[in-house]
């Protein structure tokens, strides 16, 4: 059973081995941009003998993976730390040797550090940049600002009261209330299909002590469907954790909701889909003139404290950005220009 602890510091490679290395793992993986991001970032940094690559995964092959990524140095370049995408974030908590306090309590973790003291295995130490990286994109898209999030006034409900909406249970929707609650966050709404179960995010709530509440969500039912956009249109923070159409049966009720709802200054939706993009659900959105934090704008600002944990230098945002950008670009139907959205890894 993993123990939780204080955070673990940067890998420190024993002085025989001869670079560093790095993956994201998951199963499927081939689409992730975290490549992209921390070649960047090595690039900046200087960090010439450090390499990323991506690692296709299985829960069947996860064991095999962190015995690999555990084990004592070799010649070669050594294991510094893995970022994790689906479906590992939960399944790992147990298989790690020490569980930083911020990933234990919200029930996930992305990123794990490969702790070396000289020559022998290291620790593997589990971290969560999720809450770091929706917090970041939701405040440069907007929340938080004045007349927004934490700043607004509403007759009859009291000052400073902040409405959010989570869509989906999973691990990354646990990330969001953490992160909903540093956003200023007073009323919370999970809407899902399924709330019961130790990785959902009621259960994370509880975890953290917030009292949340909860909508079963039927997706297609119209009525159910109904239900949920009104919650959405007139939530100050939105955020859908669902992956590619998951959600698009409530674009349509979501735009009609928005359409007869009151403007509300500072409302900002994280939808983390990043290709295709524009979702139906982030365009029902943003035609309603309110900004879209994109998925990708996620996926960059949890990898700036990634980097920082596996490599122990703080790399700038703007050259991850340039490099995230181009390759965007290079995707089909993904315009970084706009409001656009991804799951991280």
């Known amino acids: 059973m993993a123990a939780t602890g204080p955070a673990v510091g940067p890998v420190s490679a024993p002085a025989r081995a001869r670079g560093h290395r790095a993956a994201v793992i998951g199963s499927p993986v081939a689409h992730s941009l975290s490549p992209v991001l921390h070649r960047a970032a090595y690039a900046a940094l200087g960090l010439d003998d450090w390499t990323y690559e991506r690692r296709e995964t299985t829960p069947a092959d996860l064991p095999a993976l962190l015995e690999e990524l555990a084990a004592p140095a070799a010649a070669g370049p050594v294991w510094a730390g893995v970022s994790v995408t689906m479906p590992h974030k939960q399944a790992l908590l147990p298989r790690l040797d020490v569980v930083d306090p911020l990933a234990a309590t919200v029930g996930a973790v992305n990123t794990v550090v490969a702790q070396r003291s000289g020559r022998g295995a290291a620790l593997l130490a589990g971290f969560n940049t999720d809450v770091a990286g929706i917090v970041g994109a939701m405040r440069e898209t907007g929340a938080g600002t004045a007349g927004g999030v934490g700043g607004r006034a509403e007759a009859g409900t009291g000052a400073g009261r902040c409405r959010a909406v989570v869509l989906g249970s999973g691990a990354t929707a646990c990330s969001a209330l953490a992160a909903l609650t540093e956003l200023g966050a007073t009323d919370i709404t999970v809407a899902a299909r399924r709330h019961a179960g130790p990785g959902r995010a009621l259960t994370a709530a509880h975890r953290m002590g917030l009292e949340v ?10 009525a159910s469907d109904a239900e949920v956009a009104g919650a959405a249109a007139q939530a100050d923070l939105l955020v859908s954790t669902l992956p590619a159409g998951a959600a698009d049966t409530l674009a ?51 990898a700036v404290p990634q980097v920082t944990l596996m490599t122990g230098r703080t790399p700038e945002l703007a050259p991850l950005r340039r490099e995230l950008e181009a390759a965007l670009a290079d995707r089909a139907g993904v315009d970084t220009a706009g409001a656009a959205g991804a799951d991280v890894g």
């Open 213 to 222: 509440t909860a909508l079963h969500w039927r997706p297609g039912d119209a």
């Open 252 to 302: 349509a009720p979501l735009a009609a909701a928005l359409s007869g709802a009151c403007p509300r200054a500072g409302a900002v939706m994280l939808d983390v889909v990043y290709a295709p993009w524009p979702t139906p659900l982030a365009r029902a959105w943003a035609r309603a003139s309110r900004p879209v934090a994109p998925g990708w704008l996620m996926l960059l600002h949890q």
